[in-house]
């Protein structure tokens, strides 16, 4: 199994400014997803963070707005750029587990922009 | 990656078994099925996962008919902490890799004293 810290767990941030949220496993992993699930709604994945390559982003995710830093196979970065309030929502960092199919998943972080 | 549709909410009361139905119509054959649980400000938490026929582990059961375009989870004798939603997902993240995961609406479960 692998344990994922995220962090921070929550932040309010004014609108036009950006956040990075860091996202910390205990084990060597291959890939790691970054997903946003808004109030009430299912999870969204966002990108694919693979190490020592560009981020792979789903349709509607760009990189201008969520770029993301792989610097090695236990750590990631989300940053969400000129935020606004429609950018309120939970974000989830995951993970998998080659040869069992299971993923893990952080905590989330709480965002909410005013 | 195939389409999953499954009930958007079912109630159910405390001891009872409930059994929650996924539509995968257009599984392909090196895909597994997965079922996650989710509650409130929590990630998702990995169930159980299944080719085909019957799984079985301390959690629940996961039923798959031969055709495999459907897939039944099954939570025996539910208590209040079932309370979650639960997500089926359809793709080749089983035992010979592990892909991303493309979630759908899933089914919000409430279990009542």
């Known amino acids: 199994s692998a344990v994922i810290s995220q962090k921070p767990s929550r932040d309010i941030c004014q609108r036009g400014t950006s956040l990075t949220i860091q996202c910390q496993v205990d084990?060597?992993?291959?890939?790691m997803f970054w997903y946003r699930q808004q109030p009430g709604q299912s999870l969204t994945l966002i990108a694919t963070?693979?190490?020592?390559?560009?981020?792979?982003?789903e349709s509607g995710f760009v990189i201008d707005k969520f770029p993301i830093s792989r610097p090695n196979l236990t750590f990631s970065t989300l940053t969400v750029s000129n935020m606004s309030p429609e950018d309120s929502s939970i974000y989830l960092c995951?993970?998998?587990?080659?040869?069992?199919?299971?993923?893990?998943f952080g905590q989330g972080t709480r965002l909410t922009v005013v | 990656l195939a389409k999953t549709t499954q009930p958007i909410s079912m109630d159910s009361y405390e001891g009872q078994e409930v059994n929650i139905t996924c539509s995968h119509n257009?599984?392909?054959?090196?895909?597994?099925i997965t079922w996650y649980q989710q509650f409130p400000s929590q990630g998702p938490r990995f169930i159980i996962q299944?080719?085909?026929t019957k799984v079985t582990n301390e959690v629940a059961s996961l039923f798959i008919p031969a055709d495999r375009k459907s897939s039944t989870l099954s939570l025996p004798r539910v208590s209040l902490s079932d309370t979650a939603v639960y997500y089926c997902?359809?793709?080749?993240?089983?035992?010979?890799?592990?892909?991303?995961?493309?979630f759908g609406a899933g089914t919000r479960l409430a279990v009542h004293p």
């Open positions: 995951s993970v998998g587990e080659t040869g069992s199919g299971e993923a893990f």
């Open positions: 997902l359809v793709g080749d993240g089983g035992w010979g890799g592990y892909n991303k995961l493309i």
């Open positions: 963070a693979n190490q020592g390559s560009e981020a792979t982003y």
């Open positions: 299944g080719y085909k």
């Open positions: 257009n599984i392909a054959t090196n895909d597994y």
């Open positions: 084990s060597q992993v291959t890939m």
